[in-house]
């Protein structure tokens, strides 16, 4: 049973537009919910996180929205550029434990 | 320091062979967990130690064997391994249950490759 779901699996997206990823999950016991940025043969580095009493959270480029009625939350790139090419990975946690992952995106920012 | 540190970075074992990956972290966290990652997908949890005591075991085949000495070590030791073990496999550390901060951190990985 896949708790949290990611989309889209791929993106595409121009050097200086925006991206967007998109999570849901399903159980309510989720407490905490990280993004993670990783290259290739790395391990994954927490980008940015949120907690459900927060419905958005914004640190540089990067910014999660949360809508905890939906329980989908959203990771938004802003000025993408060529150096933010990895695979993004949304999370969540129960009790600051056991942290879920979803399936992941991988994004490409064109020059 | 945000840093989880992980030995070797890369690994070749036989079948037949016993080998440890080991992991450590300076950030007084107590939450350790060891993640299981093939190409292309998302890291999957295997273990959690949780204040140098084994929490959670996702059903992970008995020739991976973790093992917690103290709260800032922790060691993954392998055996009689198959080639659909090979993997990049990933420590990652918390404050723990409760602690207020949640953020995790990951280790850069080892590499292992089963021949």
């Known amino acids: 049973q896949q708790q949290v779901k990611q989309s889209p699996q791929s993106l595409i997206v121009q050097k200086g537009g925006i991206s967007i990823i998109n999570c849901a999950y399903e159980n309510t016991a989720f407490d905490y919910f990280p993004w993670y940025q990783q290259f290739p043969g790395k391990g994954p580095a927490l980008l940015i996180a949120i907690r459900p009493d927060v419905s958005e959270k914004k640190e540089g480029r990067f910014t999660i929205s949360f809508n905890k009625s939906a329980k989908q939350f959203s990771l938004h790139i802003m000025d993408s550029q060529p150096g933010d090419s990895a695979t993004y990975f949304c999370a969540a946690s129960e009790y600051g434990q056991n942290f879920v992952f979803g399936p992941g995106t991988r994004l490409s920012v064109l020059p | ?115």
């Open chain 2, 1 to 115: 320091d945000t840093e989880v540190t992980q030995t070797p970075k890369h690994l070749v074992m036989g079948m037949t062979n016993k080998k440890s990956l080991k992991c450590e972290q300076h950030m007084g966290h107590r939450a350790m967990y060891w993640y299981k990652q093939k190409a292309k997908k998302p890291p999957e949890l295997m273990f959690v130690y949780s204040y140098e005591k084994l929490s959670i075991n996702e059903s992970v085949p008995s020739r991976f064997s973790p093992e917690c000495p103290n709260s800032s070590l922790l060691n993954l030791h392998l055996h009689a391994l198959q080639p659909e073990d090979s993997a990049l496999y990933l420590c990652a550390s918390s404050q723990g249950r409760g602690l207020g901060n949640t953020e995790a951190f990951f280790g850069q990985g080892t590499r292992l490759t089963v021949v």
